[in-house]
């Protein structure tokens, strides 16, 4: 999963040669001035720490009230004077009280900070001073008195450019600035967001927020930090994305957001997890069709905010991403999925992915590795639902069966797996996460002690196999409709035993019995059960093919597992996770998806098979550092390649491309551009020339019908890999890049005179304009 961790270069390895001569004794400056610097008095109250790049103060009452950059002269402020930043708070999620630290003591000794706070408790934090960021860990906090959760920050910066609200990331992108401030989690448990935040899961909501108010003025009738509901029915993700004006920023976390004048803040939080608890969750809380249910969450013993860690760092923006969180993620052993032996964040390493259509598969080998694509996803296969009952063999122990179509004879998943492989590409499918599907061995007919719920009642009557009329001790919150997404009438069962039933309502009125009911739901078994048995309201997914009870989070690590397992047994490299907005739904939110993907990470590794590739229906922090790509949705509401703009049907182009370049993703186009017998050469030159340039990849629609039909199939297939050979090559510098992101410009890229040199032209009406010659900086593709 990660390679040998890199060191940080020291005065030995610099002394001895490993850098350009004239680089080596500004290093050794660097590296003096950081040790020396670590911990300084700038006055006789505030203490100051430093990075190459960074300089925080930290007075006398455990707040940051200076944040600096020192990579030139004048140093610029980013804190501002009126808002100092807790450098961590308390959260009483009983009385929903945060508590502000009172006093700070630092102590040279031991490089720790003592917090004191006005409920009685003092936190120990333990600092450590990295060439390009500041760790913070939290050692200790006694007494307790009732905090069941510790938030780092908010730290508020003066930055008004870009926020990233995944992973925590204030940016002002300008030349003239060229400055950005950042966190990022170092354990498990430390999750983007506010310790307030109602199941760990940030709602899925539009804020108001102008990049630039020169160029993009709010209208008078919107202010800055204003919230708004997403659009459409609730039911329909696309119609979600309803605003097209630039500062309609959707949000996908609260890492990151902006207050009133538009200044971007950052925060972390660590939560208690060992007991019980319940919340009013929904991830679109503010419509009408996802109106939020009471949840039961889960405890998880051992799983605690002692310990929680964080990185803290300020460098220029646009080397940020490559040096100094690359440099945190290689250090601290975080997750560190590669391609090629690439980190799957270095743009030199985005490629598109073929999109199977049509279920024909004689010639898509062929086509990708003709195009340079290192992944097939088998999209026309339908959904992988995790069945733990098939062991990971989806095609049956003996690879008996052959759903994959080829003219010659049709395939199971590992034989085409293996064709794929002697070109270098890999064979992916869908999942629906983790919904436990009717039929499978955790739903049904037999289902599992594991599955979750949102409510436990007791049963006050004894009932036959053909009874209906069940009566409960509670009827609290039994009223309400299954999950919280879309409320599907179809799901909302309880489990009694080993039966599932379905009911619709709660009588008003003692005594409170079910209304509605239908026993052996599912294939399950009606049976009898006696009075004082346990009833549980299950949590679920949503219907539309999606249907499924969620798991418990130990059989929802298992789930995980079982994906790498099916991975080593079929031949598997790449899944489209489906509903990975599922893995919020036990109440956990991020720390559930970080969990998840540990877990199918881990197991990966311990089968020596490579980091599994995916994309999925969200993006989060949970996911963010082992999601490689975020190909969501597709057509003209992504990329229009015909009138050149993000989204021309709603704005799911422009709010995603908006929210991924601001987290330092990869910006999706979605599955799109399909081949067929009306597609051009000059359409792919474009959708290249936007790919490279903005950083984007895409699922290309590959139907063997479609693509043999076009007269300029081999032009195309021409043109496309020119393109990412050149990317791969990281051959355009950052210059040339700003312009091909520009949409009103065309541009065509052709082979230069060797293997590592290429001829991008810029043309007008058709025309050679200007030309530019491109060479490689990398030479192993």
Known sequence: MKPQQQQNPNLFNIMNGNFPIKKRLARIIVLLLIAFSFYTCSNEKNASFTTEYFKIEINANGFITSMMDITKEPYREFSPLEKPSPLMQLYDGKKKEYHEPVSSTFSKSDNSISLKYSNGSVAKILLSSEEKYLKFTLESLSPRNGIDGIQWGPYHTNITKLFGEIIGVARDTSELVNY???MLALDDNTIGGTSETIADA?????IIHSPDPEFYPLPESLHEGQIFTLGGDGISDVAFYAHKEPYYR???GNSAVVDEKGQVSINYHSRDRTFEREVYYSLIPNMAANTPNHLQVQPLPGIDYIGSSIALWGSADSSALLDVIQEIVLKEGLPYPTIDGKWVKDPSAFVPDAFASGNLNDSIISYAARLGFKAISLYDQGFLKPDRGNEGYIDGKDFAQKPIKLTAGNKSHKEFAEMAAKHGITIGRTPITNALAPGTKDASPIPSDSVWYQQKRLLTNSISPSDTIIFVDNPRHLEEIASWEGHAES???????????????????????????KRGYWGTT??????NDTIYKLQVTLNYGYDGLIPNMQLQDKIAEYYADVSFINGLGYYDFDGQEFLFNNGHGYYSAKRFFRKMFERAEELGIPPIRFTGATLSEGSWHYQSIWNVGGGKNL???????????????????????????PVGMGANFAINAQST??????????????????????????????????????????WEDARAANAFPQSIKKLLADPKRNWSLKE??????????DLKEGKTVNTINLKAEITTR
């Open 180 to 182: 950005a401030i950042g």
């Open 202 to 206: 940030a709602p899925f909501q539009y």
């Open 250 to 252: 959707i949000m996908y």
């Open 491 to 517: 799901l909302n069962m309880i489990k009694i035993g080993k039966e599932l039933i379905h009911y619709l309502g709660v009588s008003e009125e003692e005594p409170y019995r079910l209304l509605n009911v």
């Open 526 to 531: 009606a049976a009898s059960h006696q009075t």
């Open 639 to 665: 990329y229009d390649v015909e009138t050149r703009e993000w989204g021309s049907t709603t704005s799911q182009g422009k709010d995603l491309r908006d929210v991924t370049f601001a987290n330092f993703f």
């Open 681 to 722: 050469a000059e359409q792919y030159e474009h959708i290249q020339a936007i790919s490279v340039g903005l950083g984007t990849t895409y699922s290309l629609i590959l139907n063997q019908k479609d693509v043999e039909s076009c007269p300029e199939k081999e032009a195309i297939f021409k043109t496309i890999r020119t």
């Open 752 to 761: 230069g005179q060797n293997k590592y040199s290429w001829i991008l032209n």
